[in-house]
Structure formats: C-alpha cells, structure tokens
C-alpha cells in the first residue's frame, strides 16, 4: 500500500470539518430567518387589529436568542479548530481538546444516527503536543466506530489513566472501515510518537 500524502489528507480534513460546521451554520441562519418571517407575519397581523400576545412574542424571541447562541458556539469552535494549526508542537489541554474534536464530530454521528458519547474528566490534564495531528486522529478511529454501530446505538470516547484515549464502538470494529484509515493512522500516529492499541469493539491511542 503506498505511503499517504498527509499534506493532501490533512487539507482533507480541514475541508471535511469546516464543510460540517459551515452546513450547520447555514441550518443556524436558515432557523433564524424562518423565526424573522413570523415575527413580520405577528407584525403584520398586529397592524391589522389582532391582538398580540406577549407570551407568544417572548417565545420566538427566546428561539432566536438560542440559535444565535448556538451559531456563537458554532463559530468559537470553528476558531479553536482553524488555530489548531498554527504551532506544529503546543501546551494544551487534552480533556478540553478531546471535548472539541468530540463536538466537531457530533454531525456525522447524527448522520448515522448514532450517539456519541463522552467520559472525559474535567480535571487539568496538560500535554505537549500537535493539536491538529491528534484531533485528525480521533476523527478517524471516530469514523471507524460509526461505520461498526448499528443506528440508534453509542459510540463512546474517553479519557483514562496513563493518557489513553479510547474509542468504543457498539459492536466488533468493522474490518473494511479499519483497513480503510489504517496507513494514515499509522503514518499520523508515528509522527506523533504515540501508539495504537486495537481490540475488539475499542481502539486505543496511547500518547507518550
């Protein structure tokens, strides 16, 4: 098998997370412009003598300040992800970077209609590290979960002694879908001076 391009799979990536949250964006917006469309319609029917009710006012008012809650969120993800790039090498958090990677990766398990699901601990867990390397690397064995749970049930990512960071699917991982991500992981891991522990519906990465 040849040797991946990892500047073209990492230009992949980028692509494929930013694509994701701009298409929830765009469902953002969409919600926001739907809500401004009744308040116009409650405006208008105000204007021509039917009363208006407050509760119903504050209640579309509410939905808006949500969805430009939820864009905000959104966006402060998109940031944090877009940086991730900057510095080959960098300090961070791992629990707070692992619940970024996790929250980029919660539409595609939508898509399969599958739960993901996390146990990271909130305590301070400080690593030196390539940001990016490792957010492309949980999104991978994220994928490899997805493809081997059924719909309707959890993939599950955590955070354990010695930092181990564990994929769980619902079921035995699929052959196809390990093979699929194998050379790049392998590539992306040894970069990273890490190291990957396969088991039969978990994978591990063991950072070092």
């Not at 905000?72 to 990677?101: M, W």
Request: proline letters at 5%; aromatic letters at 4%; hydrophobic letters at 45%.
């Amino acid at each position: 098998m040849p040797e991946p391009n990892l500047n073209e799979q990492n230009l992949a990536f980028f692509g494929r997370i930013t694509a994701s949250l701009s298409h929830e964006l765009k469902n953002v917006l969409a919600t926001i412009n739907e809500y401004s469309g009744l308040l116009d319609d409650l405006a208008l029917a105000s204007e021509k003598g039917r009363p208006l009710k407050a509760e119903r006012l504050r209640s579309v008012c509410g939905k808006i300040a949500h969805q430009i809650q939820r864009g905000e969120g959104l966006i402060q993800r998109l940031n944090r992800f877009s940086h991730s790039v900057d510095e080959p090498l960098k300090t961070v958090e791992l629990p707070a970077l692992l619940g970024d990677i996790c929250d980029l990766c919660d539409r595609f398990a939508r898509l399969r209609q599958v739960t993901l699901e996390r146990e990271i601990p909130t305590s301070p867990l400080v690593c030196t590290l390539d940001p990016f390397a490792l957010q492309f690397v949980i999104q991978l064995l994220i994928d490899v979960a997805l493809r081997s749970s059924p719909a309707q049930d959890r993939v599950t990512v955590s955070l354990g002694p010695g930092v181990r960071i564990a994929v769980t699917a619902a079921g035995p991982l699929d052959a196809e879908a390990r093979a699929a991500h194998q050379a790049l992981l392998d590539a992306l891991v040894g970069n990273m001076g890490a190291e990957l522990s396969w088991d039969d519906s978990q994978v591990s990465l063991i950072l070092r």
